[in-house]
């Protein structure tokens, strides 16, 4: 099934045709959309359908079984491992479900660290960006902690921080705001937002959230067999009836 709305630009991420298994038995297939510099797509669906998993393949930190993949002309499927490194340090901002913070950094290094990958060390120039984007998720003045020394919602404010702090053109966020109350997830939405619009990022949202996808430009249902357009009722989420492609 594809999508029948089309962004009005040329599209940061295409994907045509993804299929996944695992063991022989398929996750999802015959998955297509764009995604355009700038635009917030929510991906809604069950529980087990695949969702975190599409998103590990947009990251190319999945392989996939059939289908292409996309990010500014670049054919994902033709990089070594090795090149989707080198891509993910410079085009990638994901925030992890798990976090994925490590322990042994503290807050501003964990935040710190995609610029550190990409330049070696943090100068004045990276750690004033580090304390804004600190800042910016509500968590200015707790550099110096350590990770243990957290909250799971200031964890997830620390990879927020993170996937934001070297303006990445493409961002994924799978769950971001399931543990943070309303009003700091509201904040992070707004951040998460006004990233993409300013970078003219991609930005590509996993949720549950009513809330959450309320804000997206568009919401796609992720199925077994592809993926469809989603309204939002009072009732939560459904199809739009998008029939297949």
Same mark, same amino acid.
């Given at each position: 099934?594809? &999508?029948?709305? /089309?962004?009005?630009?040329?599209?940061?991420?295409?994907?045509?045709?993804?299929?996944?298994?695992?063991?022989?038995?398929? $996750?999802?297939?015959?998955? #297509?959309?764009?995604?355009?510099?700038?635009?917030?797509?929510?991906?809604?669906?069950? #529980?087990?359908?695949?969702?975190?998993?599409?998103? /590990? &393949? +947009?990251?190319?930190?999945?392989?996939?079984?059939?289908?292409?993949?996309?990010?500014?002309?670049?054919? +994902?499927?033709?990089?070594?491992?090795?090149?989707?490194?080198?891509?993910?340090?410079?085009?990638?901002?994901?925030?992890?479900?798990?976090?994925?913070?490590?322990?042994?950094?503290?807050?501003?290094? /964990?935040?710190?660290?995609?610029?550190?990958?990409?330049?070696?060390?943090?100068?004045?120039?990276?750690?004033?960006?580090? %304390?804004?984007?600190?800042?910016?998720?509500?968590?200015?003045?707790?550099?110096?902690?350590?990770?243990?020394? +957290?909250?799971?919602?200031?964890?997830?404010?620390?990879?927020?921080?993170?996937?934001?702090?070297?303006?990445?053109?493409?961002?994924?966020?799978? %769950?971001?705001?399931?543990?943070?109350?309303?009003?700091?997830?509201?904040?992070?939405?707004?951040?998460?937002?006004?990233?993409?619009?300013?970078?003219?990022?991609?930005?590509?949202?996993?949720?549950? #959230?009513?809330?959450?996808?309320?804000?997206?430009?568009? $919401?796609?249902?992720?199925?077994?067999?592809?993926?469809?357009?989603?309204?939002?009722?009072?009732?939560?989420?459904?199809?739009?009836?998008?029939?297949?492609?």
């Amino acid at each position: 099934m594809d &999508c029948a709305h /089309n962004p009005p630009t040329a599209a940061a991420i295409s994907v045509r045709g993804l299929a996944k298994h695992y063991a022989g038995a398929s $996750v999802f297939s015959a998955v #297509s959309f764009d995604v355009a510099p700038g635009e917030f797509v929510a991906i809604v669906g069950e #529980s087990g359908v695949g969702k975190s998993t599409l998103l /590990n &393949c +947009l990251a190319g930190l999945d392989h996939w079984d059939a289908g292409r993949i996309a990010h500014d002309g670049i054919d +994902l499927g033709a990089l070594g491992d090795d090149q989707r490194a080198v891509w993910r340090r410079a085009h990638l901002g994901f925030v992890f479900q798990a976090f994925h913070v490590l322990p042994h950094l503290d807050v501003a290094q /964990n935040v710190g660290l995609p610029l550190m990958l990409l330049g070696g060390r943090l100068d004045k120039e990276a750690l004033a960006r580090v %304390e804004a984007m600190l800042g910016a998720v509500g968590l200015a003045g707790l550099g110096t902690r350590l990770p243990q020394q +957290l909250s799971g919602g200031q964890l997830q404010r620390v990879a927020i921080a993170r996937a934001l702090v070297h303006r990445p053109r493409l961002l994924l966020a799978d %769950e971001p705001t399931g543990n943070l109350d309303p009003a700091t997830a509201t904040r992070i939405l707004d951040l998460l937002t006004a990233q993409a619009r300013e970078a003219g990022a991609a930005l590509v949202l996993a949720t549950h #959230s009513r809330e959450a996808a309320l804000r997206a430009d568009r $919401v796609l249902q992720l199925r077994a067999d592809g993926i469809v357009a989603a309204g939002i009722g009072a009732d939560g989420i459904g199809a739009a009836g998008i029939g297949a492609a």
